[in-house]
């Protein structure tokens, strides 16, 4: 199961493009509340999560995806529950996804150092300051890292997901199946 987390003020588009993709693959997909089951994103539109971050706790994601927006970036940071499953998927050496602001969770934890990763302009002094080699790419994979740059990449991070999660092929397939250039 791959957890995404939803937190007050994340980025809509950021959360569910890649949360259409990968099911679009054929890979289970959970969207987690770190603020509550109804969870509003940063333009008003609210979603139902499928649990709540205190549901997922004890849980073992098989990789998780950080979606960016303000203040829903500040929000996932500040989960204890965000950061003891990115504290466990790190430990496993299963993959993270972090897009527009959220590279900044990974780069305050030391975890982008001396890796290639990207993040929106706003936040690539962060993945600087972090140790990471910031990438010219608008996504990008260093290990088990997946970057991106932000909203208008949405459908780029979700297909490089589904390509770490389930293989090239069926996310050349799911690129094909969306008429994605």
């Known amino acids: 199961m791959v957890y995404v987390f939803l937190a007050e003020g994340f980025e809509l588009v950021e959360a569910l493009a890649p949360v259409d993709i990968l099911r679009r693959a054929g890979i289970e997909v959970s969207l987690v509340g770190v603020t509550g089951l109804e969870v509003a994103a940063s333009n008003g539109v609210t979603v139902r999560a499928d649990k709540t971050a205190q549901e997922a706790a004890g849980e073992e994601p098989a990789a998780i995806v950080l979606p960016g927006g303000l203040p829903g970036t500040l929000r996932l940071e500040e ?18 996804g972090a897009i527009c602001a959220a590279p900044s969770i990974l780069a305050h934890k030391g975890l982008l150092q001396g890796r290639e990763a990207t993040a929106f302009p706003k936040f690539q002094p962060d993945v600087e300051a972090g140790g990471g080699r910031l990438s010219e790419k608008y996504v990008c994979q260093d290990g088990p ?7 208008g990449v949405s459908t780029q991070f979700g297909l490089a997901l589904a390509a770490a999660l389930a293989s090239p092929e069926k996310a050349e397939e799911v690129r094909a199946s969306i008429q994605m250039a």
């Open 145 to 151: 890292f997946i970057t991106a740059r932000g909203m």
């Open 79 to 96: 989960s204890p529950v965000v950061q003891q499953l990115i504290d466990l998927c790190v430990a496993e050496g299963k993959l993270i």
